[in-house]
């Protein structure tokens, strides 16, 4: 099982990025996977995740400004990010869950190794 985040970058408040997220050795349609963000010296906090029925979860913190989608056809997961806050600055990681979808870092089985996301003027 590999996950390969990439897509992020300097980005200014009120910008837009996309990060994504390719699978291999899995299909990502049978599991739960979602994305994950570290700031500096924080936890890792759960941002968006998508369950294998396809239903989707959210942060309070970017409800109505990320959208998390998947494309099974090409194994891989997306983060729209847009309306970026300075806060959104952290590393995000990608990451399956071989049970139910949940927000705690600590069910899921595998991780990619992340992509950092700067958000500043």
């Known amino acids: 099982v590999q996950l390969q985040a990439s897509g992020g970058g300097l980005v200014q408040p009120g910008g837009s990025l996309r990060l994504s997220c390719s699978a291999s050795g899995f299909a990502i349609d049978l599991f739960a996977i979602g994305w994950f963000r570290q700031a500096p010296g924080k936890g890792r906090e759960f941002v968006a995740g998508v369950s294998w029925t396809g239903g989707t979860q959210y942060a309070g913190s970017v409800q109505g400004r990320f959208s998390i989608s998947r494309d099974n056809a090409k194994n891989a997961l997306y983060l729209q990010m847009n309306n970026l806050k300075p806060e959104d600055t952290a590393v995000y990681y990608c990451?399956?869950?071989?049970?139910?979808?949940?927000?705690?870092?600590?069910?899921?089985?595998?991780w990619g190794q992340g992509t950092e996301v700067t958000v500043s003027s």
């Open positions: 990451a399956v869950d071989l049970g139910a979808l949940t927000r705690d870092s600590r069910t899921y089985n595998y």
